[in-house]
């Protein structure tokens, strides 16, 4: 199969064509040409104005459900929600049942989703259930196939037990990922603590919960001289703590997502389930220093967090709704609704492409001749609503739905596979 992409504009830091519009053709999955190719031709041609074309997105942070919550998500359907959002590469959550904490599990993901439009990488749970008690089999999980190590949806609260998983990846040269939260702290908190919970009668979760976490981490990493990533942070001084580690060069890293950049707690006086979030949303002020956060280069990645809840699971009293909504999908239109002109195309392939591989120590794709073609198609100046319609994932659970969005996915091409929205 032959692809023609006529005029794109290359965004790609290590490709001698990076910032120059170029016809590229690809052939059987391989990059043959890169140049002005007017008599080129191809089984298929893609030709449209404001064509970007940059190394395939990665996100370091989903639950596809698969198996045992079938009725969420599945492999496939996860699939298909990460291509609609222009994603080549997701990272799995180990929340599934059973737990994936061995070897099994994670053979499970990674044979039947080998010949996939986009690659999965399972992260292999750190300790067995998932409940903080037991390190599980993180050898034999890598060696499986696990990219990294985390206890998704339920982080690791044990300073001991981290510690030793710190220690334990530094041979296989592994990652650990971390949702910043002691959970000791408003425990039965529904949202964030402040004022808006005070007037909506909601139980708070207080954000100091996330701040000492993350101190208490950065401790652990360094005295292990581990790798660290901490997703899903919210706070503004947590980003302090996080930026004052780097430069003691402790190898921390910090990801945020596009529903945290979007909506506030102030959002939750319609008592929207959807927006049900975990970690819960900020206060206005807080949510504007973590966009100031992501321009001047304090974070370093986005992640999705998406996390499908069936019908039952949101439609229901805001105390019993599960927390998380799907996020895939609406990554990159939310980051152009919430920034505009100020997110250039360079920037969010640097938080979408560049800065979770070297963070998962994913291998870098670059868009030059003789390159396998793991690249995403977009257009930074689109503009349309979002529709529960357009919707590939098996759940509907999105607070997006009739928002308009900027910056529509077009298509992505990996192994050696094509998959047009």
Not at 21 to 26: E, F, G, K, Y
Not at 108 to 119: N, P, R
Not at 364 to 377: F, H, Y
Request: proline letters at 5%; a negative charge.
């Amino acid at each position: 199969m032959t692809i023609l992409i006529r005029q794109a504009h290359i965004i790609d830091p290590a490709s001698p064509f990076n910032g120059t519009n170029q016809d590229v053709l690809i052939e059987n999955g391989m990059i043959r040409q890169i140049g002005q190719l007017p008599n080129a031709s191809a089984d298929q041609i893609i030709q449209q104005e404001h064509l970007h074309l940059s190394p395939g997105w990665v996100d370091l942070f989903a639950h596809f459900c698969d198996p045992g919550l079938e009725y969420k998500e599945t492999l496939e359907t996860g699939i298909a929600a990460a291509a609609a959002g222009g994603f080549t590469e997701v990272m799995l959550l180990p929340n599934t049942q059973p737990v994936m904490a061995g070897k099994s599990q994670v053979e499970y993901v990674v044979q039947k989703t080998k010949h996939a439009v986009v690659t999965v990488h399972p992260l292999g749970a750190i300790t067995k259930q998932t409940d903080g008690k037991e390190l599980a089999e993180m050898y034999d999980m890598h060696v499986a196939g696990a990219i990294g190590f985390t206890d998704g949806i339920r982080p690791v609260q044990s300073a001991g037990l981290l510690l030793k998983a710190l220690q334990y990846v530094k041979s296989i040269n592994g990652t650990v990922i971390q949702i910043p939260d002691d959970a000791t702290i408003g425990t039965y908190g529904l949202m964030n603590e402040g004022i808006v919970s005070t007037r909506l009668g909601l139980p708070g979760k207080p954000v100091l919960a996330e701040e000492i976490q993350v101190a208490r981490d950065i401790k652990l990493t360094r005295y292990a001289e581990s790798k660290l990533h901490f997703t899903g942070v919210t706070s503004p001084k947590s980003l302090e703590y996080i930026n004052r580690a780097k430069e003691t060069a402790i190898a921390v890293s910090c990801s945020v997502t596009p529903a945290h950049l979007y909506f506030s707690d102030e959002d939750l006086q319609s008592y929207d389930t959807n927006l049900k979030l975990y970690p819960p949303l900020r206060t206005t002020a807080e949510r504007d220093a973590l966009k100031q956060a992501v321009l001047n280069g304090a974070v370093d990645c986005i992640t999705s967090h998406h996390q499908p809840h069936e019908y039952d699971s949101k439609v229901c009293e805001f105390e019993y709704a599960k927390p998380g909504m799907i996020g895939l999908e609406t990554s990159y239109g939310v980051m152009g609704a919430v920034f505009g002109k100020e997110l250039t195309a360079q920037k969010w392939v640097e938080l979408a492409s560049i800065n979770p591989r070297k963070i998962s120590g994913l291998p870098m794709p670059t868009i030059k001749e003789g390159a396998a073609a793991n690249v995403t198609i977009f257009n930074p100046h689109a503009t349309y609503v979002f529709t529960e319609d357009a919707i590939r994932s098996k759940s509907k659970n999105s607070a997006f739905i009739g928002k308009e969005l900027k910056g529509r996915v077009i298509g992505i091409i990996n192994n050696n596979q094509l998959k047009l929205n």
